[in-house]
């Protein structure tokens, strides 16, 4: 599992993106913006085909993150995963956590080798933060 330290750091970022995020309340895309938004942190949704979700405006990629973003959560599919790290990594991101799905060891290796702090070894956020589906 993720160490504290590992989830300390990634958390220490004054604002999140949330990579696949989804209007459907019952996709995880949309419960890890969600477990965000409840735990009073600021949260950006990155999907290129909503304006916004959750009533927090989108931006349709990990470009058009504000600079005050330093961590990612992904909540893609592998070969999506793959696409996007190369990108965050361009763009300046510090910690990329792959939610349980989203993981690929390319993409891990590719963390590891740009000094990303990953979190993809099948650790939730909403298990780390505490969830609460209302």
């Known amino acids: 599992m993720a160490s504290q330290e590992q989830i300390d750091l990634f958390l220490a970022s004054p604002a999140f993106g949330v990579v696949g995020a989804s209007a459907n309340r019952y996709k995880y895309g949309n419960k890890v913006l969600r477990c965000y938004l409840q735990h009073g942190r600021r949260a950006i949704p990155v999907n290129p085909n909503e304006k916004e979700i959750e009533g927090v405006p989108c931006v349709g990629s990990i470009t058009d993150l504000s600079p ?67």
């Open 68 to 134: 005050e973003v330093k961590s990612i959560s992904m909540i893609t599919p592998p070969q999506v995963t793959e696409q996007l790290v190369p990108v965050a990594i361009q763009k300046g991101i510090t910690g990329i956590w792959m939610q349980p799905g989203a993981e690929s060891a390319a993409a891990v290796k590719l963390c590891k080798e740009n000094n990303i702090n990953v979190i993809a070894d099948g650790s939730c956020i909403l298990v780390v933060l505490g969830y609460s589906d209302h």
